[in-house]
């Protein structure tokens, strides 16, 4: 991923979005006609989770208008993400036929695998990230929360309308509070049941309505670990497209040493020693215990405190 000196949440996996959104000019449509009949417009083409790829084109993960036609898209209900810098418009839309019949070296990959094996450019995981939260929305909402209408595409898919009793209906994101909270010279690493075996990471939860994302990162921290956190710093965010989370990384100082694990919750929780994280993200624990790879924001947190001389 690109390094940028403006914040840490770019040089994280679908941090990175070169897209303009231009969603104060949309309304009159002018714009999205305009992108529907731009030959430089390209399509980000998803079936759930997996992206549509041509290993070995220009930019394997979008495709022309003319690929789109053949893939039996329809762009009259395609999304549109925003433009490139150099005004490329750049599309999302469902896959709707069998991918076993498509022809021309086309692969369906998951986000992840994508992901970690580098096999789109570097500027469009971003974009991939919106295409998936945005096509997963749409799918989920064709239906008015108010009324129960039937909703209709709006700006390009930035809103859905109802007809019946004209709300108007945003795309929605869910916040979830990740936490790298230390103790000294210390960390609290925690393993959750469905995790990878030996693998520890930072806690995280849902943050609540009605809470602030410092009082989410004392909540959750208390009630998996029963650990109280006093000062809480923002420190970077990542968009995680499965579907709509949006991954809120933070530092939280600790102010007692007494694990009490909600074991519910988690299998494993405790303190780790500088020396003893170096090691899980060497690959050179003792005990095989590791890190969660750099495609998680968990491990950018615990790599920004490695690299942080300690303050306690
Ligand atoms: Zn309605």
């Known amino acids: 991923m690109p390094t940028s000196p403006l914040d840490y949440s770019r040089g994280i996996t679908f941090g990175y979005n070169p897209l303009d959104r231009r969603s104060e ?47 039996g898209i329809d ?28 022809f021309g070296g086309y692969e369906l990959v998951d986000l992840r695998t994508l992901a970690q094996e580098a096999l789109i450019g570097a500027d469009s995981y971003g974009p991939v990230a919106q295409a998936r939260s945005m096509l997963g ?33 945003f795309p929605r ?20 049941t469905r995790f990878r075996t030996g693998n520890f990471s930072c806690l995280a939860g849902f943050v ?16 998996e670990a029963g650990i109280r956190v006093g000062r809480v710093r923002y420190h970077a965010s990542q968009p995680w497209p499965f579907v709509s989370t949006l991954m809120i990384g933070c530092i939280g100082e600790a102010l007692n040493e007494d694990i009490v694990m909600d074991a519910t919750e988690l299998e494993a929780c405790r303190w780790f020693s500088r020396a003893e994280v170096s090691r899980m993200v060497e690959g050179t624990h003792p005990d095989g215990i590791t890190c969660p790879p750099r495609l998680a924001i968990a491990r950018h947190l615990i790599d920004h405190w490695l690299q942080t001389p300690s303050t306690g």
Request: charged content about 25%; proline content about 6%.
């Open 137 to 169: 929305w749409h799918e989920r909402h064709g239906f008015c929360a108010n009324c129960g209408h039937a909703t209709t595409i709006a700006l390009g898919g930035y809103r859905r309308d109802c007809p019946s009793c004209a709300a108007q209906h």
């Open 208 to 223: 609540e309505p009605g809470e602030t994302i410092e009082d989410a990162v004392r909540r959750e921290t208390f009630e």
């Open 75 to 102: 762009m009259a209900t395609a999304l549109l993400l925003g433009w490139l810098p150099n005004g490329s418009p750049r599309f999302a839309a469902r896959l709707s036929v069998d991918p076993d019949g498509l």
């Open 25 to 71: 000019e949309r309304e009159d449509g002018v714009l999205l006609a305009a992108a529907l009949a731009d030959a430089q417009a390209r399509t980000y083409v998803l079936s759930g989770d997996r992206l549509l790829i041509r290993p070995g084109a220009a930019d394997p993960g979008t495709h022309d208008p003319a690929a789109a036609r053949d893939l």
């Open 173 to 192: 994101i869910d916040p979830v509070a990740i936490m790298l909270v230390s103790l000294g010279d210390r960390i609290l690493l925690g393993r959750g």
